[in-house]
Nanobody, 128 residues
């Protein structure tokens, strides 16, 4: 059974940084073909895809709004995917989720409907 668990959210001032973690169980990042994505959802808005990573495919991708500020990475020994967020601003305030799907290519557009598995999310609040 695939399970995802996010952590690392919190309150940060504008211009600050956070690192979010997505601990994965049920598949192995460097052995199984899975796409893992980071998403966020602000109140009243649709869930937005931010970054995608597929270790077997060797691909990463980012939505334009976070390119240059956010970086997705992984630690295979910990079977964990990270989202490093820099230069945060109040518009980044949201619940952040990781999602996963088997044989999901990260070379195309990342949409939340493409994911099969979800974590419960971790809240990020950026104060002005």
């Amino acid at each position: 059974e695939v399970q995802l668990a996010e952590s690392g959210g919190g309150l940060v001032q504008a211009g600050g940084s956070l690192r979010l973690s997505c601990a994965v169980s049920g598949f192995t990042l460097d052995e199984n073909d899975y796409g893992v994505g980071w998403f966020r959802q602000a109140p009243g808005k649709e869930r937005e895809g931010l970054a995608c990573f597929n270790n077997i495919e060797g691909s990463t991708s980012y939505t334009d709004s976070v390119k240059g500020r956010f970086t997705i990475s992984s630690d295979n020994a910990k079977n964990t995917v990270y989202l490093h967020m820099n230069n945060l601003n109040p518009e980044d305030t949201a619940i952040y989720y990781c999602g996963a799907r088997g044989y999901y290519s990260c070379r195309g557009y990342l949409h939340y409907r493409g994911m099969d598995y979800w974590g419960k999310g971790t809240p990020v609040t950026v104060s002005a």
